[in-house]
Every structure is written in C-alpha cells, then in structure tokens.
C-alpha cells in the first residue's frame, strides 16, 4: 500500500461501499467520542481514583479496557505518543485497577452526556444500537488491539453510555487502521504529529504538549517531512503535504469500508445522523473550541 491515486469506492465481500459515507461516519464516530477527553466529569472520576495529573489519567481511562498492561504496551497501541509522556502513567493501576479506571469513564461519559442535555430518544437509541451492534459483531478486529479490547467490556446498563462505549469500538477500530498507513510510508510517530498540526487539524501546542516530544525530535521529523518535500524550510505545509495527509485519510477510509460494509452505505449514513446529537449537545456546550481537529490523535 502507498500513497498513490485516490478512489471514489472500496469494495468489501463484493459489494461497493462509498468512501464519501464511510469518511461521514467515521468523523461522526470521532466527534461523538471525542467529549471523554475534554469534559470536568473525566478529571473528578480521575481524582476519586486518585490521579490529579491530567497525562496519566488520559492514558489510563483509554487504555484500562487492555487490563493492567504496562506503560510500554501502551505507548505501542497509542503511536505517536513518545515514550516519555506514556511512561508517567506507570503507577495508575496501582491507584485503582483498570476496571475501576472503566467503571470510572462510563460514569463521567454518562455524567457529561446528561450535564449537556444530549437528546436522543428511546426509538432512536434502539436504532443507533441496532446498526453499531452489527458492525461491532462483525469487526475484525486483528491487529486492532484497542477496538477488540474496548468490544470485550461489558456494555453499561444505561443505554445512552453503552451507546456511546460501542461507538468507542469504531473509533477505536478506524485510530488503528489510521496508523497502519503512516507506518507503511515510513512516517513515525513524531512525523505524524508534525504533519498534522501542520495542515490545520490540531494546534501545535497542544500536540507537543499532550504527545511530549522534545524540541530536538520535533525538528528531526520536520527535516525528514521537509525532505520528502511536504514541508517548506521555514515548516510550512506544501501542497505536496496536503495532498500527502489527504492521501492518508483516503486509505485510511479503504481500510474502514470493510467496518461498515455490514450495515451499507445507507445504514453508515444513518447511523451518522442518529448519533450527531452527541456532537451537537457539547458543540453547543462549547466543549470542543480549543480543540478542532483532534479526533484523530485523541
């Protein structure tokens, strides 16, 4: 696989999935998981637990559905973190064990969902289910680490948040596959998070806060992405670098045909429309300002 022409269709078991429905509902499954990152109710269900600090509390929330793994296992499902932001989580499941960490999450996503007011009615949660359960049931999930982890929790009792935690499996499902592109083009992890800031997606503040690479590994991977020619002298995008991070997200949508392939180009557009609510209710809230374009590297 490289970076070469750019498809309209992907075919999965003979029929044609349209990768303008599987992009739709791959941005709506990002944006209606991306709330967890962002709310007050993730950091107090953390500080019941007794983690304060922000990092391990992120790492230890996304990847308690692995058990209690160490922090390198995590660093290798999360990709373009370094090794050095991953590592301060070592401890976290001494704090509280990763199905505390799980139980913790469901609560602040409930809290945060109901805090908001999203608005989904009880037909359209039956249907919502209903469509993500069969994609779920049906996901490959080899090489898929965190989706097949995230598919074995048991679903919450309360239906909004079980929702919201089979989401997370697609999600989850389509981060891996995402990085499974990259990597084939012998781009790293701190390539990656280079080139993302760089076209737009995500404040680079933010990134190099949150990811932890150091100003000497930053200005390596710039010079290595200047040198393909997808970054100017000064680390400016060039329209050889948009059209590269397009070409990323265009495969990444090849490889996702295949998740959505059991419910069809109708059914992944219908499932997009029912779950924008979630969006829509902390858009309104104002939760996702200062970080637009993150879905991908959350």
């Known amino acids: 696989m490289h970076l070469d022409a750019i498809p309209g269709s992907a075919r999965t078991g003979g029929s ?14 990002s944006a209606a998981h991306l709330f967890i990152y962002l709310v007050p109710e993730t950091a107090e269900e953390a ?7 922000r990092g391990p509390a992120y790492l230890a929330f996304r990847s308690a559905a692995m058990g209690a793994v160490p922090w390198q296992v995590t660093l290798a499902a999360f990709y373009n973190f370094s090794p050095r932001a991953v590592r301060a989580m070592a401890g976290v499941w001494d704090a509280a064990p990763p199905e505390r960490w799980q139980a913790a999450r469901f609560l602040a996503a409930g809290r945060a969902m109901r805090r908001v007011n999203v608005q989904l009615s009880d037909d359209h949660l039956a249907e919502a289910r209903s469509l993500i359960d069969a994609v779920v049931a049906a996901a490959d999930c080899a090489g898929k680490v965190l ?3 995230n598919a074995s929790v048991p679903l919450p009792s309360d239906p909004l948040v079980a929702l919201w935690q089979q989401i997370t499996v697609a999600r989850e499902w389509r981060g891996a596959a995402h990085l499974v592109v990259p990597a084939d083009n012998g781009l790293g992890p701190c390539d990656c998070l280079v080139l993302h800031p760089a076209t737009g997606r995500l404040p680079a503040a933010l990134a190099r806060a949150t990811r932890q690479w150091d100003d000497e590994e930053w200005s390596a991977a710039t010079g290595r992405l200047a040198a393909r020619g997808w970054l100017d002298s000064h680390g400016v995008v060039t329209d050889a670098g948009r059209a590269a991070r397009e070409r990323i997200e265009v495969e990444t949508d090849e490889h996702c045909a295949a998740l959505w392939a059991p419910i069809g180009n109708a059914g992944a557009r219908r499932f997009a429309s029912l779950i924008a609510p979630i969006t829509d209710a902390f858009t309104a809230a104002g939760t996702f300002q200062a970080v637009r374009g993150q879905s991908d590297l959350a």
Do not use: K
């Not at 999935?17 to 499954?29: C, E, F, G, K, P």
């Open 16 to 29: 044609p999935m349209d990768l303008n429905a599987v992009r739709d509902v791959s941005d709506a499954v």
């Open 47 to 53: 500080a019941e637990l007794g983690v304060t600090d």
């Open 147 to 149: 989706a097949a982890a």
